[in-house]
């Protein structure tokens, strides 16, 4: 499994849960942060695709805080949570270990790795953005997202949202009608695009493939085969470059966050409650 979703239902992500989340009056300005968060605060890089999806790098991101949080930070303990969250297998993760010592995320011995400040701060931005947007509906998000200055303060957030996947889980076991933009690099990233772009309405938006694949870094065919997916599922109309954004999709992506939000908030409470 190579997505940062690719994990078994999780006990945190409760029926109630969710529908708490939903039913409060400013969930879909959540949503629509949410949304924009996830767009905006992108950093990809071709070669940094080819290891692991944004998404996973941010998975990654978790776990090595919580090790680091524990104090068993080690490519080993790192390769085997890796495994036993179901995200990625000992090669991959070896290889993206590689990746963040070569670029300076990580540091110390091989056996014995610590987190670098630009480790913290390559993540500081997405999570601050993502924070705020949860902090919507969720008083202890916002608390957090002020206080992400503070190293110790994003490690324990982080380590905390890893925990609570310890019992198996995936995010997107909240909207599986949207599996197949996470197991696409990038996917996820042109759905939140088109459904901001479009707003409520259903009128036609131009759709450039080309400056969709500079944008986050994949190729054109893949772009092409994003939007030929998310138009076989019912989620848009693709013709004559445009694009015509369906309900569905805002459903779709509308389900996907209510995990997010109720994931986040969690893990919100339990970093501050120091």
Aim: net charge neutral; aromatic share 8%.
């Amino acid at each position: 499994m190579t997505a940062a979703e690719d994990w078994r239902p999780t006990t945190v992500l409760t029926p109630e849960r969710i529908a708490a989340a939903r039913a409060h009056p400013a969930f879909e300005a959540a949503v629509l942060a949410l949304a924009r968060t996830s767009v905006t605060t992108y950093s990809g890089h071709p070669l940094l695709n080819i290891v692991a999806s944004d998404r996973g790098r941010f998975v990654v991101a978790m776990l090595v805080a919580r090790l680091h949080q524990e104090g068993r930070l080690t490519p080993a303990n790192l390769k085997q949570l890796a495994a036993q969250q179901g995200f990625a297998s000992p090669g991959r993760t070896s290889a993206l270990i590689a990746l963040m010592r070569w670029a300076g995320y990580l540091t110390g011995e091989l056996r014995n790795l610590v987190p670098t400040p630009k480790f913290f701060a390559a993540h500081r931005e997405r999570i601050a953005g993502e924070l705020y947007a949860v902090g919507h509906v969720s008083p202890a998000a916002q608390s957090v997202a002020e206080g992400l200055a503070d190293d110790a303060l994003l490690c324990r957030f982080l380590a905390a949202l890893c925990r609570e996947f310890d019992s198996g889980g995936r995010l997107i076991d909240q909207a599986p009608q949207m599996e197949f933009s996470i197991e696409r690099v990038g996917a996820f990233l042109v759905l939140n695009d088109l459904m901001l772009r479009a707003g409520e309405t259903d009128a036609p938006l131009e759709v450039s493939v080309s400056a969709y694949s500079r944008r986050f870094a994949i190729s054109r065919p893949q772009v092409h085969l994003v939007l030929r997916q998310a138009q076989a599922g019912g989620f848009l109309d693709w013709r004559d470059g445009c694009v015509v954004v369906r309900p569905s999709l805002h459903e779709g992506l509308k389900d996907f966050f209510a995990g997010v939000i109720v994931a986040n908030s969690l893990a919100a409470e339990e970093a501050i409650a120091v």
